[in-house]
């Protein structure tokens, strides 16, 4: 399995960016999908989740991006994306797309529940 994270950048407080994470080996639509992120100095947080299809379908997400981050599937492209509006610098950090094929995760919000890891993407938000 790979996962292959893409979009991070540069960006002013107040803007948007979409990250992309493109599977491989893995069909995204029978795998819990997420997002977790580390900023400079801090450990490994959770910031988004899509169950799998067989699984619900439900979405998770940190207090800290409710109603401004959204992730997303596109199946046909085995894709997942973290659509990120209104960002302030505290989002700054290597973003990492992760990825479970079980059916029932004890806890969506936990990195060591997922076993499959992208590299990470690198965002970084100015003030």
């Known amino acids: 399995v790979q996962l292959q994270a893409s979009g991070g950048g540069l960006v002013q407080a107040g803007g948007s960016l979409r990250l992309s994470c493109l599977a491989s080996g893995i069909t995204i639509s029978n795998a819990y999908m997420a997002w977790f992120r580390q900023g400079p100095g801090k450990e490994r947080e959770f910031v988004a989740a899509?169950?799998?299809?067989?699984?619900?379908?439900?979405?998770y997400y940190a207090d800290s991006v409710k109603g401004r981050f959204t992730i997303s599937r596109d199946n046909a492209k085995n894709t997942v994306y973290l659509q990120m509006n209104s960002l302030t610098p505290e989002d700054t950090a290597v973003y990492y797309c992760?990825?479970?094929?079980?059916?029932?995760?004890?806890?969506?919000?936990?990195?060591?529940?997922?076993?499959?890891w992208g590299q990470g993407t690198l965002v970084t938000v100015s003030s």
């Open positions: 992760a990825a479970d094929s079980r059916l029932i995760l004890t806890s969506t919000m936990t990195w060591s529940e997922y076993d499959y």
């Open positions: 899509a169950a799998a299809r067989r699984s619900g379908s439900n979405q």
